[in-house]
């Protein structure tokens, strides 16, 4: 791709364009700094240096660790780029996941990346910086999201897909609520969309634009993106190649501008030293106390190690647990939201009121009866679910007058808290 086919909209890539038109055309520097402000869309260079100037720049560093095995030697490359918008403004974790290159990152800092795989080599770790920031460029351009959407080919058939596809992708415009492919090809970047593919847009309905902007898998390597989307789902998509030429050019390891370091050299940013002064500022946190001294551990066949609470709830209070628990889970049996949870209770009680009494203490009989044997004893069946909602608060209200508040009772109070909230959103 030619230089004077790209539309920057920074002073850096204005300024790198004019440098190229300069030698190119062999013309003064002033010269060739308007001409490429016109080429961004300004109506000359102190235009474009006014209107940018007024833009908010937001400042991303990208770093990637390397660790070479032969030589054993290991550093850091750290990339710092502008954009017109936070990282957290860009997109989401949850979208963040979905992309090939950013799926790859964690946030250190709101304005720090680093890449969580090891690169074999520094340049290796360059160029996967690159590939992030080029993503980065593409969602701000465009305002496409990273979707992992799958039936995206038309009539949702991979073997629809565009003739030639390769390192491809599927986006999600928020804007029209829909759908976007794109691919990125070997393919020459001044060589227009193939035969072969206009007809299989036109076969399926689909449209397929091909930005002169470079690409995000290797746009100094041969590979061009195109854009693909179906024609009756939106409007043309022409509006987001456009907007592709006036982004900045894609960042590439041929113009890298970035750091190198030590491997576990601290990157200094603004968001990491607002992190830190938030550290130093902040108040003491207040020890809690350590609950689970108030739990036991037991163990259970095909199970594991379990948590009880450090107490034993009278027998009669369990006699009291386990009706009300099995009238429920009797009258609830249309609602499995209730019932399968007030049954979770129930194990739970059984395996703690086994441990907490001995064999004489708790006869064969009777542990028998306390959770499973009897149905809801001297308790009337009945079909009201306000019934059944005051019976498992009267559970709850009656393990926590006999048991220390600690996670395996927090774990039963949730159970029932979940089986309650089934119940009353029960509409038949």
Known sequence: ??????????????????????????????????????????????????????????????????FDRGTKARGQETL?????????????????????YLGNVRAEAPDHLVLMSMSEDAELARRRICEVARTLQFIEATGLKPTDSRRTYPNGRINHRVPGQDH??????????????????????????SAERVAWAERHGWQIVKPRWGGIYWPDHGCSIFLMADRAKGPSIADLAAALDKAPRPVTTARWTGTSGEYYAAVDTPGTRAAEDAKRVAQPKKRRP??????????????GRRLRPDARMPIEAHQEVGALLQS???????????????????????????????????????FSNLYYHKKGDGLVPTADRGVMVARLERVKTILARHYPDCPPLD??????????????????
């Not at 249309?334 to 395996?351: Q, T, V």
């Open 328 to 366: 429920v889970i009797a009258d609830a049996r249309k609602r499995d939201g209730a019932r399968n949870r007030a049954d979770r209770i129930r194990s739970d009680l059984d395996e703690w009121v086994m441990r907490e009494y001995d064999t004489i203490e708790l006869d064969h009989e009777t």
């Open 80 to 100: 710092r780029i502008g954009l017109g918008a936070t990282y957290a403004e860009l997109l989401t974790p949850a979208q963040a996941r979905c992309d090939r």
């Open 290 to 303: 350590a609950r689970k001294r108030a739990s036991v551990p037991y163990n259970m066949t095909f199970v």
């Open 168 to 193: 491809s992708a599927v986006w999600w415009d928020p804007a029209n609520r829909r759908h976007i492919r794109t691919d990125e090809p070997y393919v020459d970047h001044d060589e227009p969309v």
């Open 1 to 66: 791709m030619s230089d004077n086919t790209v539309r920057p909209s920074t002073i850096d890539g204005i300024k790198s364009l004019a440098k190229n038109i300069k030698r190119e055309q062999g013309i003064k520097h002033a010269e060739a700094l308007d001409r490429a402000a016109v080429a961004a869309g300004f109506a000359n260079f102190a235009h474009a240096n006014r209107a940018i100037a007024d833009r908010p720049r937001h400042d991303l560093w990208i770093t990637a660790r390397w």
């Open 411 to 428: 774990e039963v109070m949730g159970q029932a808290d979940r089986a309650i909230r089934s119940l009353r959103s029960w509409s038949a």
